[in-house]
């Protein structure tokens, strides 16, 4: 009996190990169901990991904001990690206002990170953190940010202070972990969505708000 329960749970094992990223592609992207409701997708490699295929996204490619598969919508609201890692020939890639969270090293070793210039990285509404040196002194996103990724500016001791535009809804896990930021001033009416450990490690910091919202910040996770 023991034995033959060892041999089911191997081959159940195996059977995860053989699963692929993705659940399906349509017109050349591949995507992987997420959600309690399971009617949104990320975009995602193909194959059981991001080495398996070399180049499966090349040149120039547009996400689109929604998919219909099987007969069924669904809305594209993520970029899985490593989804495009590794992708050298893929020099362009557009992304809608739709998509809300980007994966660690999702476009790692790609021809439009490479080409990318040195400094704080943007992709559509979403910051992806820095590219070259760590930034030091005062970091002003731009406005229109939507989405800083989770460890976008992770342990860059020599920021002092951070500006958020009125744009921002969403602030990544571990975002300003251990940056021993001074003052962090937030332009946003409503508090953006933060992880618990979004501002660890940085101590006491000023935080500046808009007049008239200290209750929503003081109530809200990540800020309080």
Same mark, same amino acid.
């Given at each position: 009996?023991?034995?033959?329960?060892?041999?089911?749970?191997?081959?159940?094992?195996?059977?995860?190990?053989?699963?692929?990223?993705?659940?399906?592609?349509?017109?050349?992207?591949?995507?992987?169901?997420?959600?309690?409701?399971?009617?949104?997708?990320?975009?995602?490699?193909?194959?059981?990991?991001?080495?398996?295929?070399?180049?499966?996204?090349?040149?120039?490619?547009e996400i689109p904001?929604?998919?219909?598969?099987?007969?069924?919508?669904?809305?594209?609201?993520?970029?899985?990690?490593?989804?495009?890692?590794?992708?050298?020939?893929?020099?362009?890639?557009?992304?809608?206002?739709?998509?809300?969270?980007?994966?660690?090293?999702?476009?790692?070793?790609?021809?439009?990170?490479?080409?990318?210039?040195?400094?704080?990285?943007?992709?559509?509404?979403?910051?992806?953190?820095?590219?070259?040196?760590?930034?030091?002194?005062?970091?002003?996103?731009?406005?229109?940010?939507?989405?800083?990724?989770?460890?976008?500016?992770?342990?860059?001791?020599?920021?002092?202070?951070?500006?958020?535009?009125?744009?921002?809804?969403?602030?990544?896990?571990?975002?300003?972990?251990?940056?021993?930021?001074?003052?962090?001033?937030? @332009? @946003?009416?409503?508090?953006?969505?933060?992880?618990?450990?979004?501002?660890?490690?940085?101590?006491?910091?000023?935080?500046?708000?808009?007049?008239?919202?200290?209750?929503?910040?003081?109530?809200?996770?990540?800020?309080n």
């Amino acid at each position: 009996m023991n034995l033959r329960f060892l041999y089911v749970c191997l081959m159940l094992a195996g059977a995860i190990v053989a699963s692929t990223a993705h659940d399906f592609e349509v017109a050349g992207i591949f995507y992987k169901v997420i959600g309690e409701a399971k009617n949104e997708v990320a975009v995602t490699y193909k194959g059981k990991s991001s080495y398996d295929y070399v180049n499966e996204y090349v040149d120039s490619v547009e996400i689109p904001s929604k998919v219909l598969y099987d007969n069924r919508e669904y809305a594209v609201t993520a970029i899985a990690s490593e989804t495009f890692r590794g992708c050298s020939k893929l020099k362009k890639l557009s992304i809608p206002n739709t998509i809300t969270d980007i994966g660690k090293n999702a476009l790692v070793n790609t021809a439009w990170y490479n080409n990318y210039a040195e400094g704080v990285v943007y992709l559509g509404n979403c910051c992806l953190g820095y590219k070259g040196k760590k930034p030091v002194g005062d970091l002003e996103l731009k406005d229109g940010t939507q989405i800083i990724v989770d460890y976008a500016f992770m342990e860059c001791e020599d920021l002092k202070s951070v500006i958020i535009p009125c744009s921002m809804i969403k602030i990544g896990e571990a975002a300003f972990s251990g940056c021993k930021l001074r003052i962090v001033k937030s @332009c @946003c009416q409503t508090p953006p969505q933060c992880k618990n450990n979004t501002f660890d490690g940085n101590g006491t910091a000023l935080l500046l708000i808009p007049r008239g919202t200290y209750i929503n910040y003081a109530i809200s996770d990540g800020w309080n």
